[in-house]
């Protein structure tokens, strides 16, 4: 990196900090067929949160998958340009699709999750990703990558402010949308000669 870290961080590869899936199971098979499966389409994308989930025999899932725990930050490979990153908060599986990445000691959760939604991860991602015709991560890619490690301290510090950051922004937006919303009511009653009496919030 082109500048000192602060007192107290390192700068890590990737892999030494997060363990990577191995093995697949059979989404067929019990525990898993009536356990929540995680696909791409269900994590809403450069926000990591979940929009749905359903089993996997609600998805008559068949090929194999791979097995998801509290606390793994499941990360798309395919489009990561994307950016669909999700904590999961559940045991089931995923998509072969998708990595569960499981953080080792002294790395938070919701800092990986964070790191893998900002513009630097996403930035070396697309710039490793397009040599193919479906821009794709892989394990190698990852091992590649290095990641800023603060004391754990200091890890909670940076996701209590970047979720109070989003909290904030969340609500804005829904803000927003009701604005639009009366807009679109004036809009209607004022061009059709309806009288309105509006107070805006």
Known sequence: ???ELPEG????????????????????AMPYREQPL?????????????IALETAEAQAA?????VV?????????????????????????????????????????????????????????????GRTG???????????YSICVPPESEQYRIVEILEAATEAERATEAAVEKLRALHRGLANDLLSGRKHVVEVP
């Open 69 to 129: 725990r509290p606390g793994d930050v499941v990360l798309s490979k395919i489009r990561p340009a994307l950016r669909k990153v999700a904590l999961a908060q559940f045991e089931g599986t995923c998509s072969a699709d998708m990595y569960p990445l499981r953080p080792l000691p002294g790395l938070l959760p919701r800092y990986l999750h964070a790191e893998l939604l900002s513009d630097r991860f996403s930035a070396f991602a697309e710039s490793v990703s």
């Open 9 to 28: 961080w390192t700068e890590r590869r990737f892999t030494d900090v997060v363990s990577l899936p191995t093995g697949q199971v059979n989404p067929q």
């Open 1 to 3: 990196m082109s500048f």
């Open 62 to 66: 068949s090929s194999g998958k791979y």
């Open 134 to 144: 479906i821009p794709k991560l892989n394990r190698s890619d990852l091992s590649s």
């Open 38 to 50: 995680l696909a791409p389409d269900y994590v809403e994308s450069a926000t990591g949160r979940i």
